[in-house]
């Protein structure tokens, strides 16, 4: 496994990733991981498969902090919430599992796909900030689907699963950006900790450096959601994709040049 830089010290490049992970959790509604992880694999040296283990700890106290400040702002919907919640627990069962077993070179690329599509999904609708989501049987059981599908992307590629929940509540249930923010923040948190405790079993994270980057990304969380409420939904969506495509190519660079490379 490649070392970390020497610029710096271990605890403060974890408190960097940590820092700007949160930022983006508390402006976007993500957990933090479409970040953190890449960054983890950059700053510390760590294997996408350590990474996505060690970012998926770090989502738990941030999703708490970020959501307790949407809420207090009346932006989660809780039944909603709970509904991609349990979808979402046994989805990251699912995704730790399918974790271990995948090769990170695979992991690689479908971590860029999934990156890829999330940023498109972002630009194609951009709510009112008053929009409300409505809940029939149909619906119910979709967000159930949702939740799942989260979980997956939680336990596999070490995010909350707020890149894939969030457009889905703007764009296909007509939820408001901050409404979707703080939902998705709340329902990730069941899983992220449910996939943690999986990781943890299959000793693949280090709790220690986990929660060094879980409490720095959950101070800055509060202050990326004061951004959020100030910063115009459809320059959010902008932004969030355009964060989401540099990451991508990024990445995609970077397994072009690992191909063949054992990690």
Known sequence: MPHAPRWAPRWLLLLIVGILGGLLSGVFGVGGGAVMVP???????????????????????????????????????????????????GGALIGTRLLRRVPIGVLRWMFVGLLGLAAVETLIDIPSRDAEISLTMVSGTILLLVGVLMGVASGLFGIGGGVIVVPILMGGFGASDLL??????AAMIPAAITGSAANMRARLVRVGDGLVVGFAASAASLLGVVVAYHINPRVSGLLFSVLLTVTMVQLAYRAIKLRGVAD
């Open 39 to 89: 960054l983890l694999i950059w700053l510390l040296g760590m294997d996408q498969r350590r990474a996505a283990a060690t970012s998926l700890v770090a989502i738990v106290p941030t999703a708490i902090v970020g959501s307790v400040a949407y809420g207090f702002g009346g932006h989660v919907a809780i039944i909603v919430g709970g509904l991609v919640a349990v979808g979402g627990i």
């Open 180 to 185: 979707a923010k703080g939902t998705s923040l």
